[in-house]
């Protein structure tokens, strides 16, 4: 059992989720709510990491990491380091790849809240802020948990993106996916088995907890 | 002095733009004063609501209540729906489904002090007759409990405009007739002009004390339910209202008496013919409790007055009253009217029988062309 490589994964995905939360919430919410010139675009590049070949994506992101691209020029400027083979880059890359898995199920749970329940509580007196927190949120909490349960999964099992931005520099960018192939490489399969059941059981509980919450949401709907 | 603050309290409305929804209403509601907002189905009677509520802007005109103007597309004002202060019943009430019915009247307490928010919310509910279910979420409640609990959340908020949109198409009939018995019950208590939008006449005329007619986004008639379902202003109007003795006639001059011409009758009438030109083409109406029929074998000095005679192509027994139709051979337009079914049984009056009546002339309302233009609709800029 690679712990270092468990412990790397586990930070990715605890900021990947810690930090894709908000950048969901609001798009999400948006997507759901709002109606704007674009929103169709927008949906479908929120959408473009699932059915991109995550080496592609990779790909086009290690060259935009890269220090003479504007993007990691600005990062070696602001910090001092490159994006590529560090975990700043592999964070990043997974915010990108795990959009979708945030964004969608977060706009679905807004959809389901009935417009005019958001227009009964501002004429109720509510504020968008208050509508937000009081009638919003714990009606869609379950599409939240449910993002950031798929988020949280996912980081944990992304492979391509990971090793074509990361590489597999040990306690860096170094992930259990990455550390499983390396056991299989290696010809360590009784490693490579007890990593793959870790993922396999956070995997489980993830599906369990996803569908649990939507029968739960279909339960509130009104 | 009291009307001025009757002015200063009532909902006062103009609001005009050609699309995407058109809107042409012009109405306003004093203190206490139920109007009815009628039409058919997409006749912009939601919108309206909601432009009032704050919930849709509209291009033009204004929204003025309680003195405040809370919309004016001229002076770039536009209050929220918060800042309105309004209390909407939506058409399938909108409670919060995690909220208690308590904590969705409590939702709308925020400018009341945290302390008393409960026990006013309770009073609340006891005011609609919920005691006891304060606790129940929506789920567990049934549709006219619902519709309580959504009129008393509207009320909490102390409003100074009741909105109610079709606040009874959600519950089956027996229980409509409860509600509405008791939001007019209510309604004695409340002292804020209430918009209540219905597509069901019956339900408005029983409610309001005046009906808006709408078509079109465009406000066609008001006034009260008698005086529309009597003088209805057009041919339009009272298509809406569901008036069926609609015709169109003319006027012409006999024996130096201005007379409505009806196909080879000519009809004395109360009013309204002298403001004619002769020969000017006019829509009339006649109620058909203003419709006599001839008693057949023994003629009566009444039967002088318009009479006409035509054949019964419909006849309908409604329990204790019949609904007769005649036809005439100078139309396709039918006449309507209801007698009682024995009377209907002793002049032998059948499917296919020629029968004579009297249209009284009291009762035969004119309606000239461009009957908006006396009511001002088409007089505001679009």
Redesign the interface.
């Known amino acids: 059992m690679d712990w270092t490589a468990l412990a790397v994964s586990l930070r990715l995905a605890v900021f990947t989720c810690l930090l894709l939360l908000p950048l969901g919430l609001w798009l999400g919410r948006a997507l759901a709510v709002t109606r704007f010139r674009g929103r169709v675009l927008c949906e479908a590049l929120v959408a473009l990491p699932l059915v991109m070949p995550p080496t592609v994506l990779g790909f086009y992101l290690m060259l935009s990491f890269g220090a003479d691209s504007p993007l990691g020029g600005l990062w070696q400027r602001l910090t001092g380091e490159g994006l590529n083979f560090t975990f700043s880059g592999i964070l990043l890359a997974s915010l990108v790849v795990n959009l979708p898995f945030a964004v969608q199920p977060i706009q679905r749970a807004f959809e389901n809240v009935?417009a005019?329940?958001r227009?009964?509580?501002?004429?109720?007196?509510?504020?968008p802020w208050?509508t937000l927190l009081?009638?919003e949120l714990?009606?869609a909490w379950p599409g939240l948990v449910s993002a950031m349960a798929l988020t949280f999964a996912h980081t944990l099992g992304e492979f391509g993106v990971i090793l074509m931005v990361g590489g597999a520099i040990d306690g860096e960018t170094r992930t259990l996916a990455i550390s499983i192939y390396d056991r299989v490489q290696a010809f360590d399969e009784s490693g490579a088995s007890q990593m793959s059941a870790v993922l396999l059981l956070v995997s489980f509980v993830t599906i369990g907890v996803v569908y649990a919450l939507a029968r739960r949401n279909r339960g509130?709907?009104? | 002095m009291m009307s001025t603050e009757v002015a200063l309290a009532e909902l006062r409305v103009s609001l005009h733009q050609v699309g995407p929804i058109p809107l042409a209403a012009d109405f306003r509601c004093s203190p206490g004063e139920l109007l009815a907002l009628v039409g058919p189905s997409g006749s912009g009677k939601t919108t309206l609501l909601r432009a009032i509520a704050g919930l849709y802007r509209p291009a033009q005109g204004w929204v003025r209540c309680a003195g405040e103007t809370w919309f004016d597309a001229t002076a770039g004002i536009c209050l929220t729906a918060q800042q309105r202060r309004i209390g909407f019943v939506f058409q399938d009430y909108a409670l919060f489904p995690h909220l208690s019915a308590l904590d969705n009247v409590m939702s709308a307490m925020g400018h009341v002090p945290r302390s008393e928010r409960r026990s006013r919310a309770a009073g609340w509910l006891y005011r609609v007759r919920l005691q006891g279910l304060e606790g129940r979420y929506p789920a567990q409640l049934s549709g006219g409990q619902r519709q309580r609990v959504a009129v008393a959340r509207a009320l909490a908020r102390e409003p100074r405009v009741l909105l109610l949109d079709e606040p009874f198409s959600a519950v089956d009939q027996v229980t409509r007739r409860r509600l509405q018995r008791e939001l007019a019950l209510l309604r004695e208590e409340i002292d804020i002009p209430m918009l209540l939008v219905t597509h069901d006449l019956e339900e408005a005329s029983a409610l309001a004390d005046r009906l808006c007619v709408l078509h079109g986004g465009r406000t066609l008639q008001s006034g009260p339910p008698e005086s529309l379902f009597r003088q209805p202003a057009s041919a339009e109007v009272a298509r809406l209202l569901d008036k069926h003795n609609v015709f169109q006639g003319w006027k012409v001059m006999e024996n130096g008496q201005a007379r409505l011409a009806w196909g080879p009758y000519r009809f004395e009438v109360a009013q309204g013919l002298e403001d004619l030109d002769n020969g000017s083409e006019v829509h009339w109406y006649v109620p058909p409790s203003d419709v006599v029929l001839h008693r057949r074998g023994r003629p009566s000095k009444g039967e002088r007055e318009n009479p006409v005679t035509g054949q019964v192509c419909e006849m309908i027994v409604l329990g204790g009253m019949t609904l007769l139709t005649l036809a005439f051979t100078h139309t396709e337009d039918t006449l309507r009217f209801e007698i009682a079914t024995h009377a209907a049984r002793r002049n032998g009056l059948a499917q296919g029988v020629e029968a004579s009546v009297s249209l009284l002339a009291q009762g035969i309302h004119l309606m000239p062309p461009r009957p908006a233009e006396r009511y001002g609709s088409r007089d505001v800029q679009v």
């Open positions: 009935p005019h329940l227009e009964a509580a501002w004429c109720s007196g509510l504020s208050q009081r009638i714990p009606l509130m709907s009104v």
